[in-house]
């Protein structure tokens, strides 16, 4: 009897290591389970007011741009008005947070082409069409003639009213068709994005790549239909006449960049060697900006976060916000 008891008592010792060792290993990986919780709480809670932060560090350069817009004058606009250096506040901005800084910078839509005047009514506009036809040929762009029209009747295709595919356009006839069916619009472009949509017009055209550049940067949907030639990128002023070369649009930057050059009358381009019996046709051009786009990257410890907004310069005391998108 004193044998089995022995057996049986020993038997018991080694059940109560096992659950001891059981109840250990399970008392480790709640241990280092509530561990791990309470980590990624703390790290959510330090991205959390990270990204607060940035949030705030990114509207104060956009709000920093809007007043510069205020203080811009109304008669013309230029590129030599503060709005358009931005970067020197950009530079600054590290002295205005204990942490991180903004860049920030404005861009006036004015001086792109206004894609929705590419119809008037149900025809094209045909001073618009000659401005982006002359655009997407420049060799920049290495575009054919045949590509460069299914873009731009694709485009007015997009825009017009009716079902009616013009030449190499598409309706939502085309549309329906593809893998992922959409309708035609039928209607004003709301945003630049909306020509990934359009037929012809690929990522690497609307984005440009390392040796082609983006079409985005050149066209817009918020402007009142007239190019600031004092603001356009040199690209859009060789769209402006067939003759204007890269060498005449040099020499037109130069022009408007130099201070003590009278730029409020819309004809100052006549002054440039070259351009004199070089005429840009009156009713495309213009010398007044109220449509503005910034774009304010808010940066700290290696993390960034963007704002995007579209502006309406009303008069001189009022800058709306008319579109805002954060990244």
Do not use: H
Request: aromatic residues 8%; hydrophobic residues 40%; charged residues 25%.
């Amino acid at each position: 009897m004193m044998i089995i008891k022995d057996k049986y008592l020993n038997n018991n010792k080694g059940i109560a290591l096992i659950t001891v060792i059981l109840i250990i290993v399970i008392l480790v990986a709640v241990v280092i389970e509530l561990n791990r919780s309470s980590r990624t709480d703390i790290y959510d809670a330090a991205n959390l007011s990270d990204g607060i932060k940035l949030t705030y560090i990114a509207k104060s350069g956009f709000y920093g741009a809007t007043a510069l817009l205020n203080k811009a004058q109304l008669n013309y606009n230029s590129l030599r008005d503060d709005w358009a250096n931005m970067e020197t506040i950009s530079l600054q901005s590290n002295t205005l947070f204990p942490e991180g800084y903004f860049i920030a910078k404005v861009e006036d839509e004015a001086g792109k082409i206004p894609l929705n005047k590419l119809v008037n009514g149900e025809e094209d506009n045909k001073e618009i069409r000659e401005m982006l036809t002359r655009l997407l040929s420049l060799p920049e762009f290495g575009l054919s003639e045949g590509k460069v029209d299914e873009i731009l009747d694709s485009i007015k295709d997009w825009i017009d009213a009716n079902e009616n595919t013009t030449g190499y356009g598409a309706e939502s006839s085309y549309y329906s068709s593809l893998d992922s069916p959409y309708r035609a619009k039928n209607a004003p472009l709301d945003c630049i994005e909306e020509l990934l949509m359009v037929k012809g017009i690929t990522k690497e055209i609307f984005y440009g790549t390392k040796d082609k550049p983006s079409l985005a940067q050149y066209v817009t949907t918020d402007s009142e239909g007239l190019v600031n030639i004092n603001t356009a990128p040199k690209i859009i002023l060789r769209s402006l006449n067939n003759r204007i070369n890269p060498d005449l649009a040099d020499r037109l930057d130069e022009f408007r960049m130099k201070e003590g050059n009278e730029l409020s009358a819309i004809q100052w381009y006549k002054q440039v060697p070259g351009m004199e019996d070089i005429t840009i046709n009156q009713q495309l051009i213009t010398v007044k900006s109220n449509y503005f786009k910034i774009t304010s990257i808010g940066k700290m410890n290696n993390m960034s976060r963007t704002i995007t907004g579209i502006v309406l310069r009303e008069n001189k005391k009022s800058v709306k916000i008319l579109k805002w998108r954060q990244d």
